[in-house]
């Protein structure tokens, strides 16, 4: 009897063990121990997990990466990107979200809706969303005619994309398509290539702001409602 339960104790312990490894190794635990404010909540743990992505999986050098950037637009209001990545292709618009279930979407249409089993939830379309965020980077560098600005959006969690009419330029990173798959079809940029460093400085100058800049941006949205 004594050797049932130490069989089922080590059972259990083993099982804990291979729990926990996948959870360091396959599931970003390392990265959360190591910077817990990064998944403090869904949205940086969305921002988070495309940052890793982006770094590790396809080696994008960290200095391409800008994160979390407020920069004006043409209405006189913010808008916050989630990352932006400069490459030789042009400049990289990533919206973000942390999602699980099945999504549903329509790139014709404001509302998508999230489904949880039997929970039903509708949100803002993140398509409509970053080409907003695309237009105001394009609008700030107005004066550089040419210049690429792609919007992707990014699905990163255990989520399934069911999407219809969206667009060619409208990138969807999820499911089955990878980055690579995006970012290989996209010619090269002599206009980028030219303005790089100006970009970059200009748009580090917006990255992670204070808290101030932030109150200010969740205003303007509670303001529009």
Known sequence: MHGFYLLIVIEVAVFAIITTLIWLFYGNGIDKLRHPKEWSDAGK????????????????????????????????????????????????????KNYHGNIYGDGRRRRWV?????????????????????QAVRNYFSDIPGL?????????????????????????????????????QLPDSDVMASHYGRILRTLRQFERPDDTIRQQHIDQIKNRH
Request: hydrophobic share 35%; proline share 5%; glycine share 4%.
């Open 45 to 96: 743990a969305g921002e988070q997990a495309t940052y890793l992505a982006l770094t590790n999986k396809y080696h994008v050098p960290p200095e391409q990466i800008i994160r979390n950037v407020y920069i004006s637009t043409a209405k006189g209001d913010t808008a916050e990107i989630d990352l932006i990545v400069l490459s030789r292709k042009g400049i990289l618009v990533f919206e973000c």
């Open 114 to 134: 999230q489904y949880l089993g039997r929970q039903k939830n509708y949100f803002y379309s993140p398509v409509m969303q970053n080409r907003t965020h695309a």
């Open 148 to 184: 690429p600005v792609i919007p992707i959006f990014v699905a990163t969690n255990n989520a399934t994309l069911k999407l219809r009419n969206i667009n060619p330029d409208d990138h969807v990173m999820g499911d089955n398509l990878s980055l690579s798959d995006v970012y290989d």
